[in-house]
């Protein structure tokens, strides 16, 4: 099938080619050879190429159909007959088909960059991601010397999941602890996995008080309808709050926030802790 339309569309041109009388040669076989590209671009896009892309093509595919026939003697009075359509397939046909393609060309690129930016398992952003976002934020903490925060939050005895229940449930609970965090989290809070059991969360724009209620309502119990895995699903959570920095922000709150991590599961873990709370200074 997918051939066929190729094929008609060089063979409907030929014919009217060795069959009518062409009045510019020249133009009536650039526009054949266009109606060709474009079908042939249609017929092995359509699995991959956007709705608004393929719709395009098909306008423009229609235009050429239109202005080629425009060289055939025979049906210039009958193509060329009515204004209305003249204008309508030749001119806003046209734009409108590159509107559309430019449309859905835009969309894909802004998906493939969306894509590029996402961990697939749990729809959270990726480590490059959060840092390129991160940087950011804290761009714009320090132009409105606003606090920024950040939380580390890692899944208690993962591995032991992994060993006892298989990777396939394992993977379950990373997708259940991320949607979780989704939840728990504001709008304009930044959540990514970190790596393995690891997530991270950026805070703009937040005091130590604000993120201490960000931490708890992340430590609320974690519904986990798995069947054959009777377990508790808990998190260890470190957090800190930075004042605006003219350099190295992000490697600042992470390191502060990851010696609060280190404290919860040194002391027994499924807890959290603020970097401001411990007892030393670093």
């Known amino acids: 099938?997918?051939?066929?339309?190729?094929?008609?569309?060089?063979?409907?041109?030929?014919?009217?080619?060795?069959?009518?009388?062409i009045l510019d040669k020249t133009d009536f076989l650039l526009e054949a050879a266009s109606l060709i590209l474009l079908t042939t671009i249609y017929v092995f896009g359509r699995t991959t190429l956007a709705c608004t892309v393929k719709l395009g093509l098909v306008s423009l595919m229609v235009c050429k159909t239109h202005e080629f026939l425009e060289e055939v003697s025979e049906f210039k009075s009958l193509v060329n007959g009515n204004v209305v359509v003249d204008v309508f397939v030749g001119d806003v046909l046209a734009l409108l088909g590159l509107a559309l393609i430019a449309?859905?060309?835009?969309?894909?690129?802004?998906?493939?960059?969306?894509?590029a930016e996402i961990e697939p398992l749990t729809n959270t952003f990726n480590k490059r991601a959060i840092e390129q976002l991160s940087k950011k934020e804290l761009d714009r903490s320090l132009r409105y010397l606003t606090d920024t925060s950040m939380i580390l939050v890692d899944i208690d005895h993962f591995k032991k999941v992994n060993d006892e229940y298989?990777?396939?449930?394992?993977?379950?609970?990373?997708?259940?602890?991320?949607?979780?965090?989704?939840?728990?989290?504001?709008?304009?809070?930044?959540?990514?996995?970190?790596?393995?059991?690891?997530?991270?969360?950026?805070?703009?724009?937040?005091?130590?008080?604000?993120?201490?209620?960000?931490m708890t309502r992340l430590q609320k119990s974690i519904p986990l309808p798995i069947e054959a895995a009777p377990?508790?699903?808990?998190?260890?959570?470190?957090?800190?709050?930075?004042?605006?920095?003219?350099?190295?922000?992000?490697?600042?709150?992470?390191?502060?926030a990851d010696k609060a991590l280190y404290k919860v599961k040194n002391n027994g873990r499924n807890n959290r802790c603020h970097f401001h709370d411990l007892s030393y200074d670093i």
């Open 166 to 214: 298989g990777h396939q449930v394992g993977d379950r609970v990373l997708v259940l602890v991320a949607e979780h965090l989704r939840k728990q989290i504001r709008g304009y809070d930044l959540l990514a996995r970190w790596g393995g059991d690891e997530f991270i969360i950026l805070c703009p724009n937040t005091s130590p008080t604000e993120v201490e209620e960000v």
């Open 231 to 256: 377990f508790d699903v808990t998190l260890s959570i470190g957090g800190t709050t930075v004042a605006p920095l003219a350099e190295n922000q992000f490697e600042r709150l992470f390191f502060q």
């Open 103 to 115: 449309y859905g060309i835009h969309n894909m690129f802004r998906r493939q960059r969306r894509m």
């Open 1 to 21: 099938m997918n051939y066929l339309l190729i094929a008609i569309s060089a063979l409907f041109p030929a014919f009217l080619y060795l069959s009518f009388q």
